[in-house]
């Protein structure tokens, strides 16, 4: 099933989407971005969830020029069309805004799907519609969410929550975890760790031959020298020398206000922060349109938008697709440049 050209000039990739909570607002925006016939003179699609599902929502849509091929072991995948596998048996209602045992039941029968196929080479890389963290829990699913679950999946000794534009890449030292748990996770294996995952990824999924990388402090002020807190002086400074010394360009630690206030991040092709808010609320206030969630350090590539479920407009015809959009062409880029 390897459509692949060795001539780079008509290499398409092949992707899957999983479609997440079926009552969320995935199926929407996975149906607004691949109705875009344009798409697919860059790749082949295949969609992982109901055929019913992307039905209902192509009718609320009022999308009549999308059309979808029910893709069956042992077809050719179609190249101008997404190619759509039913990922269970069982008749199911769709409630959308709803969030409910069902959603959590088909979001992870579509994530194992995919992660088959990723791991027979069948696709390139994967994008994921929003899951809800809460109903998708189960003896099979026990992560705080994607980035974990792909982790553990891939067998990766680590890997980087690396929130991604065109203008702006974050990086979170530490991820999904109480804020009363940072201080002890933040470790200097740990904070070497996540730089060197950024510094590989800078250059291997984003082409960047001599990344410059901005740390930001732990503390107010990134510690005022020793006033307001010492991790900056005992942890963060040591770490940063030390790359330093092997001819990195790291720099910081930085006050996270401060930096975003005066644009000094415009200045570095990534920034790492220490803790998941201190991260995701700078980017998604000046990215959230088409902010991209990639999980670097993966052996497989793997994209997301940086929204969640947004139970409260599913259905309604009001989601916007411009982070899933922007999370199916960097994963195009991201497959393309790991081939170069």
């Not at 999308?66 to 769709?94: M, P």
């Not at 940072?182 to 291997?204: F, H, V, Y």
């Not at 991209?292 to 916007?320: C, M, Q, W, Y």
């Amino acid at each position: 099933m390897n459509l692949h050209s060795e001539d780079e000039t008509t290499y398409k990739p092949v992707i899957g989407i999983t479609i997440g909570d079926i009552n969320g607002i995935g199926p929407e925006v996975i149906i607004k971005t691949i109705s875009e016939q344009k798409l697919y003179d860059y790749v082949t699609i295949i969609l992982y969830g109901h055929g019913k599902a992307f039905s209902h929502y192509k009718k609320i849509l009022g999308l009549d020029n999308f059309s979808f091929y029910q893709f069956n072991t042992g077809d050719r995948l179609h190249e101008k069309k997404a190619n759509v596998i039913n990922c269970w048996e069982e008749d199911f209602e769709i409630k959308p805004g709803e969030e409910n045992a069902t959603g959590g039941k088909y979001a992870l029968a579509s994530l194992q799907r995919a992660v088959e196929d990723l791991q027979n080479g069948v696709i390139d890389g994967v994008v994921t519609a929003p899951i809800s963290k809460h109903n998708i829990q189960s003896s099979e699913f026990s992560f705080p969410g994607h980035t974990e679950f792909f982790t553990t999946t891939f067998g990766a000794k680590d890997s980087l929550m690396f929130l991604c534009n065109d203008r702006l890449r974050i990086g979170v030292a530490t991820g999904h975890i109480p804020l009363m748990k940072i201080k002890e996770e933040l470790t200097a294996e740990r904070l070497t760790s996540k730089i060197d995952l950024m510094l590989k990824s800078l250059k291997k999924d984003f082409g960047i031959t001599k990344p410059k990388v901005a740390i930001l402090g732990l503390n107010p002020h990134a510690g005022e020298d020793g006033l307001l807190g010492t991790e900056e002086k005992e942890l963060i400074i040591p770490v940063i020398n030390e790359f330093k010394e092997k001819g990195h360009l790291v720099f910081g630690p930085y006050p996270a206000d401060g930096f975003f206030g005066n644009n000094t991040n415009a200045k570095f092709d990534g920034i790492l922060a220490m803790y998941h808010d201190q991260g995701l609320i700078p980017f998604k206030t000046i990215a959230f349109e088409d902010g991209v969630n990639f999980t670097a350090g993966l052996p497989i590539v793997r994209t997301s938008p940086d929204h969640g479920t947004a139970f409260g407009i599913a259905g309604k015809n009001e989601a916007d697709p411009s982070s899933m959009r922007a999370a199916l062409y960097m994963a195009i880029d991201i497959i393309r440049n790991r081939r170069e």
